[in-house]
Nanobody, 126 residues
């Protein structure tokens, strides 16, 4: 599967942003889909993941409540909605995919994902 992320840009602190990731292929619902991010000078970190059905979602503990992940299996698309954004949310956000339909495949570990998009930059100004 190939992933194409979009929706990044500049947003003021306190604002919101919606990222999208379009996936190629016919078996989109057989993939767990997630988002990771990497801020300048920092390690890559998990943001959120949704299982193939869309029923199970998991978030990084510190980000839960401000980010929402969702998917539209009819459109082969996954979204990440961020609100009340902070300057520390500034990062390149990567869409990821992993073969596996159930919740067990909705991993928080980056090394479990073998498909990565090109990343989209989100900059939150103070």
């Amino acid at each position: 599967v190939q992933l194409q992320a979009s929706g990044g840009g500049l947003v003021q602190a306190g604002g919101s942003l919606r990222l999208s990731c379009a996936a190629s292929g016919r078996t989109f619902n057989n993939y767990a889909m997630g988002w990771f991010r990497q801020a300048p000078g920092k390690e890559r970190e998990f943001v959120a993941v949704v299982d193939g059905t869309g029923a199970r979602t998991y978030y990084a503990d510190l980000l839960q409540g401000r980010f929402t992940i969702s998917r539209d299996n009819a459109k082969n698309t996954v979204h990440l909605q961020g609100s009340s954004l902070k300057p520390e949310d500034t990062a390149v956000y990567y869409c990821v995919a992993r073969v596996g339909w159930g919740a067990d495949y909705a991993s928080r570990q980056a090394d479990q994902y073998d498909h990565w998009g090109q990343g989209t930059l989100v900059t939150v100004s103070s």
